[in-house]
């Protein structure tokens, strides 16, 4: 089809320039802001980052659990993963990834092409972990005594936020100022942590991508199990 | 050497040069952020968010075509949701925990702290929950 064809020679020319681009993106931000904010706010980086992690780990499990090749997954996905740690951004990510998921880990078409911008759209959580973190981080400085139903007001606006933020680098701070206003916490305490939002973000878009990436492919699991039992039924 | 492998030797290289800059060379952090550094980057994204609608577009549109019958729609949706769910909770629940073993904010000092505007209003929840619906298509 013709505009595949278009839309591949797109692709191959964003991977070839992506080297360049997130070269520039990451030494604009860390010239401009400088890294010793981090040394600073070292707890609140290290727990997000340890989070992250976490739940990657989780996800990389589960596939494991369900015999889903996870070195298979990530090896396929590896360019839209460091793509999306360059970039931060998880909408710039989602061609690359459908490509990974479709060329190299094997993924059906029609899953694919459902789940994986279902997923940029709706699935985030790194924002999940983020936004969640960073209020009671805020309640904390701020000395806010950690009350049960403050504790319920950032579950349920962190799990909600998560479905609703946009897939672009800081759109994590908008967000924060929705949960923290939804719980009743000082707004004024996103100024605290907005240097170091961007540096911490690369991560956490790695992980928007994972969450939505392994959906998929559990997803797709499931679907060819019946698939096949439902053709050797047919026999 | 594959595209994965260069992307992640950018990266090391960007933040080597950015912190390089920013330690060393302070005066030239203006000019070549402002003419080079960030036209690069924000170039860069806008080629891939320009092309990202088309692509997403039309692979939504293919790959609808190619499900077999329409019921499969409604149970990929229903298998992705349910499996949405479960694994955000879990996520949330990750960093409130987290929060609360680490405690990152106690015991802070140095940060100048703006002063807590003394009217906190409580918005009705039901009104934050209507305005998270995202009204725009593409932001």
């Known amino acids: 089809m013709v505009s595949q064809f278009n839309f591949e020679q797109i692709l191959s020319l964003i991977l070839y320039t992506a080297p360049l681009g997130v070269f520039a993106l990451i030494a604009s931000v860390i010239a401009t802001q400088g890294l010793e904010v981090i040394t600073r706010l070292f707890l609140y980086v290290f727990g997000l980052c340890l989070g992250s992690t976490i739940m990657i ?9 369900l015999k889903a090749k996870p070195v298979q997954f990530c090896q396929s996905f590896s360019p839209a993963l460091s793509l999306a740690f360059g970039t931060a951004s998880s909408n710039a990510v989602l061609p690359i990834a459908l490509k990974n998921a ?26 999940a972990i983020l936004q969640g973190f960073n209020a009671i981080f805020i309640a904390q400085i701020y000395q806010i005594p950690l009350t049960p139903p403050l504790m319920l007001a950032i579950a349920l606006s962190t799990f909600l936020v998560s479905f609703s933020t946009a897939g672009v680098p800081g759109a ?63 026999i | 050497m ?56 039309s692979s939504l549109i293919l790959g609808l075509t190619r499900i077999q019958n329409a019921t499969q729609v409604g149970r ?7 499996s949405y769910f479960l694994t955000s909770a879990i996520a949330v629940g990750l960093g ?23 009217s906190v209003k409580q918005p009705a929840l039901i009104d934050w929950l209507v305005s998270l619906i995202s009204s725009k298509f593409y932001h």
């Open chain 2, 96 to 118: 409130i925990a987290l929060a609360l073993v680490l405690k990152p904010g106690v015991g802070v000092t140095g940060l100048t702290l703006s002063t807590v505007s003394d």
């Open chain 1, 57 to 65: 780990g989780f996800y990389l499990f589960v596939l494991f659990l």
């Open chain 1, 102 to 127: 479709q060329e190299s880990y094997g993924m059906r078409e029609d899953i694919a092409s459902f789940a994986i911008p279902l997923g940029t759209a709706l699935k985030r959580d790194g924002s």
């Open chain 2, 2 to 57: 594959s595209i994965s492998t260069l992307i992640l030797a950018a990266l090391v290289v960007g933040t080597i040069f950015g912190t390089g800059l920013n330690l060393y060379f302070p005066t030239l952090i203006e000019p070549l952020d402002h003419y080079l550094l960030s036209p690069l980057g924000q170039s860069f994204l806008r080629l891939i968010q320009f092309v990202v609608v088309p692509i997403v577009f």
């Open chain 1, 172 to 234: 994590g701070i908008i967000m924060m100022t929705t949960v923290l206003s939804a719980a009743g916490l000082p707004v004024e305490g996103v100024a605290i942590v907005a240097g170091v939002d961007r540096l911490t973000d690369g991560l956490k878009t790695v992980l928007n991508v994972v969450s939505n990436t392994v959906n998929a492919a559990i997803l797709n699991h499931w679907e060819s199990d019946s698939q096949f039992q439902q053709s050797a039924e047919q």
């Open chain 2, 76 to 82: 990929y949706a229903l298998k992705l949701i349910t």
